[in-house]
């Protein structure tokens, strides 16, 4: 069982940055395939990044490709999105998310993460 808790989220003027982190519970956390999505109001939740339980590879959504990085520090438990360059588009509330990499599935999923944080909103202001 992984639980997760985010943080960091806030409001920002369009071409500001804002780090998020993602403190994860649990003895496995180096086993654990994290992600970031986000859910706009009246829109669905989309894949935003994802970075594999080595933290050798990463994935990101075209949208954000450039301006936004994910890291991890598996001795802290914790990931982080690094966002730069914000726009308001990027509006949303921000999820954190886990599987084991063991289990399989499409990274860029949300079906494929079967542990998720509560959520942290992120504004973007013009």
């Known amino acids: 069982q992984v639980q997760l808790v985010e943080s960091g989220g806030g409001l920002v003027q369009a071409g500001g940055s804002l780090r998020l982190s993602c403190a994860a519970s649990g003895p496995t956390f180096s086993d654990v395939n994290m992600g970031w999505f986000r859910q706009a109001p009246g829109k669905e939740r989309e894949f935003v990044a994802a970075i594999r339980w080595k933290g050798a590879n990463t994935y990101y959504a075209n949208s954000v490709k450039g301006r936004f990085t994910i890291s991890r520090e598996n001795g802290r438990n914790t990931v982080y999105l690094q966002m730069n360059s914000l726009k308001p588009e990027d509006t949303a509330v921000y999820y954190c998310?886990?599987?084991?990499?063991?289990?399989?599935?499409?990274?860029?999923?949300?079906?494929?993460?079967?542990?998720w944080g509560q959520g942290t909103q992120v504004t973007v202001s013009l």
């Open positions: 998310t886990g599987r084991y990499y063991f289990t399989g599935g499409n990274d860029e999923s949300s079906h494929a993460y079967p542990y």
